[in-house]
């Protein structure tokens, strides 16, 4: 038989006599589909078509950002991580208690989607990819389901309390035997649903533990629960020996509201980053009028925006113009003009404008989305703090039982009717869920104020290690100074003209990112097109045309060591930044003007008061580098080096130093790979974002002093939660012991335990640096 209703239907039928429908059936049986209904569902994750919504493709595997669903504690999240760990053609997986969130790699080649799904769901939790609004009706229903567990709970703890009173203080002195039964009875009622329902999650959290060999939060609290039922039971029926009605509901009642609360304020730390995904509209408006899904959009489609509509997709403005509110993603509140072949992003809100967009990325690859997958990526990273603090609180269970077992065996032996009752309270008042929430909690709330800020974090390790910098590395161009350059002078050597080796130079750099070549935009001329152009990162660009060699950018490169050009550029003051020749013959020098920044000054000062030393590090090797360090004050300045030179020197700095670096150009990518901490300008090239650690999205320096001052506030909100959650358990576990706390005081006492520390993180939220 394929499964147990198949075979009571076959007894039925031989039971009854009719075992002729055997002898005369000729059609086959069809094959029954033993797929159960869950794990189809979770098959329709593996088509590519539903994928392009939530997967990303990475170089050689797949990344998709699951919402979990039973995740209670650190336990929860090690447990998941350990069994998929297991799993044939993982990449990686990490799991967020806080944001109830998952962030899943995995190489399609070797396994699918479904499952790895599959797997978490053996475990007894329950996964899908994350969608904001998805999430807010399941965390919706979470809460639901745990008013009415702790209604029940509330009801019959009222009740039993009554009770518990009245039996307690003798008020009815001359109470029968036979009566006193009969309210112990009374209160076996009350208890039992308390016990089924309302305790519910804490049983199948212990379970999921149990099954995988670990030990969670849940498992002395599911402990205490059933060996205080039991016994109490035991007496009721035989008549002798105190029940715990009293304590089971009031236990589960203060559990159910502190996880409650806690829920809360872990859901308002996490929510920021969720709350960015909804501010993309879901329906867009195509050229023709017609209203489409804003998740459907593809690239190239063109979308008109009217006034005060939010952005449905990342874009260039094909037509019109308008002034656009980047506020959340950049945190700076002043609307932006954009126009004609500007770029534009989804969740933005157009001002007074009409405009019509084209769109330029899908939904999965939006800045936005970007923004929320990295600040995922940012708080799923464990410092090494929290790595110990859940390897403590794992072992920290399995002590609690040992100490709970010993407890119960000495005071058996010394006062046998009290011996239950203190076992209880230490196995509830010592559970360390406050000290699994320490980090997580504030970590999260760090992370969405950085966001508000319009920092972009893309390490786990930023908030760590920007609390011990002792050395700021700063470029120039575009960093300390605004990379609005402009052309201000231009002198010739040869007989070529002004205008011609200005277009010469325009053709050059348009192969060029950089702010530089963008000065020389409007001298582009078709007619001066060069056959092929190569970038030599950090010197400048060479091309051929009609058979010479052109070349743009340092006068050691443009010459490339033609000693007879030599004196041609001592006609030239070294103010001159940019150098055009032919041939290694000297044809242009050109002189650029890029104002400073008007907070950098404030970001040196600031830094400099911290005890940092700051260095201006560029590869302009021009007097204009000199005016610039000196306007700005800084203690050390390096002029004229290559991108291999900067990294040299964050290399020949001592071992004790931590250096930030700031920068955002091609030319920096090395150094800010390199660097122990880095940031890259919003305004800067996508080379440079990929390798830095933090990106700046607006081009306010000074928020850069706003997130040093969040990381210290943050190092100290995490010391001040472990202090408090080990102080705790540290103070509580021998009072428990010696019989000095009452089960419902070391309820009340765990619970507020984990408020006060996630209250402690929330903190953070209110932090604008």
């Given at each position: ?47 590519e ?19 979990l ?25 990490q ?119 670990t ?14 039922y ?7 029926v ?13 236990f ?25 995904l ?57 609307p ?9 992003f ?45 390897i403590?609180?794992r ?56 966001g508000?800020?319009?920092?972009l ?9 920007l ?9 120039k ?14 002198q010739?050597?040869?007989h ?18 950089h ?10 001329d ?62 242009a ?5 890029d104002?400073?920044?008007e ?57 004790k130093?931590?250096?930030?670096m ?6 920096d ?21 990929s390798?830095?650690?933090m990106?700046?999205?607006g ?25 408090w ?34 209250s402690?993180?929330?903190r ?6």
């Amino acid at each position: 038989m394929c499964c147990p209703g198949c075979e009571a239907v076959a007894t039925t039928i031989v039971e009854s006599g009719l075992t002729s429908y055997y002898e005369y059936r000729t059609a086959s049986a069809e094959k029954a589909d033993l797929v159960p209904q869950q794990l189809k569902s979770l098959l329709l994750y593996d088509h590519e078509e539903v994928q392009q919504e939530f997967v990303r493709n990475l170089d050689d595997c797949k990344e998709v950002s699951l919402s979990l669903d039973g995740v209670s504690c650190a336990a929860c999240a090690w447990l998941i991580e350990k069994q998929l760990s297991r799993e044939a053609g993982l990449v990686s997986i990490q799991v967020n208690t806080t944001t109830h969130r998952a962030l899943l790699k995995w190489n399609p080649e070797q396994t699918k989607l479904s499952t790895l799904l599959s797997a978490i769901h053996r475990l007894g939790y329950k996964a899908a990819p994350f969608e904001a609004d998805a999430q807010e009706q399941q965390y919706h229903n979470t809460m639901k389901q745990y008013l009415y567990r702790l209604g029940i709970a509330g009801i019959a703890t009222m009740q039993v309390m009554m009770i518990a009173v009245a039996l307690y203080f003798e008020v009815f002195s001359d109470l029968d035997t036979e009566f006193r039964n009969y309210l112990r009875w009374v209160s076996l009622i009350f208890a039992t649903p308390v016990l089924l329902y309302s305790a519910l999650p804490f049983y199948m959290n212990a379970w999921r533990n149990l099954r995988a060999r670990t030990l969670g939060m849940d498992v002395p609290v599911s402990i205490a629960l059933l060996f205080a039922y039991v016994a109490s039971l035991y007496a009721t029926v035989a008549e002798k020996g105190e029940v715990f009605f009293e304590s089971i509901s009031m236990f589960t009642f203060f559990l159910l509201l502190g996880r409650f609360l806690e829920m809360r304020a872990r859901r308002h730390a996490a929510a920021a980053s969720a709350n960015l995904l909804k501010l993309v509209p879901a329906m867009a408006t195509l050229e023709d009028g017609t209203q489409v899904a804003a998740k459907t959009l593809n690239v190239g489609d063109v979308v008109t925006v009217l006034p005060g509509e939010s952005l449905p997709a990342d874009g260039d403005i094909i037509q019109g113009e308008t002034a656009i509110d980047e506020s959340m993603l950049t945190g700076e509140p002043m609307p932006i003009a954009r126009s004609a072949g500007e770029p534009v992003f989804a969740g933005t809100i157009n001002g007074d404008g009409n405009i019509t967009i084209k769109v330029t990325k899908d939904r999965q690859n939006s800045l936005i989305s970007n923004i929320v997958r990295l600040q995922d990526e940012a708080q799923m990273s464990k410092p090494k703090v929290a790595v110990l603090a859940d390897i403590v609180a794992r072992y920290f269970v399995a002590g609690i039982l040992i100490i709970a077992a010993g407890t119960w065996l000495y005071w058996h032996q010394q006062q046998p009717e009290d011996a239950l009752w203190i076992t209880l309270a230490v196995l509830v008042a010592t559970c360390p869920c406050a000290l699994s929430l320490a980090t997580p909690t504030a970590l999260t709330c760090s992370t969405s104020s950085l966001g508000r800020l319009g920092i972009l974090l893309r390490r786990g390790h930023v908030l760590e290690t920007l609390c011990k910098v002792n050395q700021l590395v700063i470029d120039k161009t575009g960093t300390l100074t605004e990379g609005n350059i402009r052309l201000i002078n231009t002198q010739l050597f040869t007989h070529v003209a002004e205008n011609d080796a200005l277009s010469y130079s325009a053709e050059l750099e348009r192969f060029a990112n950089h702010p530089i070549a963008r000065a020389f935009t409007p001298h582009r001329d078709q007619a001066f097109a060069f056959d092929h152009v190569d970038n030599v990162i950090g010197c400048g660009l060479k091309g051929v045309k009609n058979g010479q060699e052109w070349r743009i950018g340092q006068i050691k490169f443009v010459l490339e060591d033609n000693t007879n050009a030599e004196s041609l550029v001592n006609q030239a003051d070294n103010s001159y930044q940019v150098w055009l020749s032919c041939d290694t013959q000297l044809v242009a020098a050109f002189k650029l003007d890029d104002p400073i920044r008007e907070d950098s000054a404030e970001l040196v000062r600031q830094f400099q008061r911290a005890g940092i030393q700051v260095t201006m590090l560029t590869g302009d090797n021009s007097v204009n580098a000199q005016l610039v360090a000196d306007k700005l004050n800084v203690d050390k300045l390096v002029s004229g080096v290559t991108p291999e030179g900067k990294l040299d020197y964050l290399r020949s700095l001592d071992d004790k130093d931590v250096a930030l670096m700031i920068g955002d150009g091609v030319n920096d990518a090395p150094v800010l790979a390199g660097a122990h901490l880095s940031v890259a300008m919003g305004g800067g090239t996508d080379i440079a974002k990929s390798s830095a650690d933090m990106v700046l999205l607006g081009d306010q320096l000074t928020r850069i002093l706003q997130a040093r001052r969040l990381a210290l506030k943050t190092k100290k909100i995490i010391r001040e939660n472990l202090a408090w959650s080990l102080g705790y358990n540290l103070i509580i576990l021998p009072l428990a012991v010696a019989g000095m706390v009452a089960p419902y005081i070391a309820v009340v006492g765990m619970s507020a335990s984990s408020i006060i520390v996630v209250s402690n993180s929330l903190r953070l939220l209110k932090e604008n640096g």
